[in-house]
Structures are given as structure tokens and as C-alpha cells.
């Protein structure tokens, strides 16, 4: 599941590595940019592609991994939360989560 979510993370312009304190996604600085134009842009298909990773990964007990996700997610996007559909965050709820809460003081919101 690791090498799957790392080359998927790859694709959306992301790195995945495993740190003392657990795993950390972060845009990789030499595809990033080019990657995002691919799918940063409102209401992008990529959005449900991402919404489905969150809660499959929070389903198969990779909960850090999701919060990392998450946390690498604190980019000026959104997803289209307003048919309804749950954010990412109460898709990734649970402690690995509320981790996430206490060590960061600015979480990203995808309702705004």
C-alpha cells in the first residue's frame, strides 16, 4: 500500500516519506508546480479522486498517512464540498487526526 500511495501521491505532484514522528506528504519541489496546474482549478474531477484516497486510506488504518495527506492539502483548494459530500477532514476524523489538530494551529478548511 505504501509504494501504491507514494507513485499516487507522485502523480498529483507530492512526496511521501517516513519520518521518526510518522509519515510526512509534501509537494516535492521539482514536479509540484507543473503537476498542479493539472488539477489545482475548481471543480476538478481530481477533488472526488482525492476524497476516495482520504477515506480509503482512513479505512484500511492508515490514519497518519491520510492526516499527512491532509496536511499536505493545506493549499489554497477545495473540494466540491457543496453537493453534499463530506470534507476531508471529517473524512480523516479519529486520533491520528486530532494529532494533526494539536500540532498544527491552522488546519485547512475545504468549505471556504
Same mark, same amino acid.
Given at each position: ?50 476524497? #476516495? ?5 482512513? @479505512?484500511?488504518?492508515? &490514519?497518519?498517512?491520510?492526516? !499527512?495527506? $491532509? =496536511? %499536505? ?9 457543496? #453537493? ?5 477532514? @471529517?473524512?480523516?476524523? &479519529?486520533?491520528?487526526?486530532? !494529532?494533526? $489538530? =494539536? %500540532? ?9
Amino acid at each position: 500500500m505504501w509504494t501504491s500511495l507514494a507513485r499516487l501521491l507522485r502523480f498529483y505532484g507530492f512526496t511521501l516519506r517516513q519520518t521518526d514522528d510518522g509519515p510526512v506528504v509534501e509537494p516535492d519541489d521539482d514536479t509540484f508546480d507543473e503537476r498542479s496546474i493539472e488539477w489545482v482549478t475548481p471543480s476538478n474531477h481530481n477533488f472526488l479522486r482525492i476524497t #476516495r484516497i482520504l477515506r480509503c486510506l482512513t @479505512e484500511v488504518g492508515m &490514519g497518519a498517512e491520510a492526516c !499527512a495527506f $491532509l =496536511a %499536505a492539502l493545506s493549499l489554497p483548494i477545495a473540494p466540491p464540498s457543496d #453537493r453534499g459530500e463530506l470534507t476531508w477532514q @471529517e473524512l480523516v476524523r &479519529g486520533p491520528s487526526y486530532e !494529532a494533526l $489538530l =494539536a %500540532a498544527r494551529t491552522e488546519v485547512f478548511d475545504p468549505r471556504l
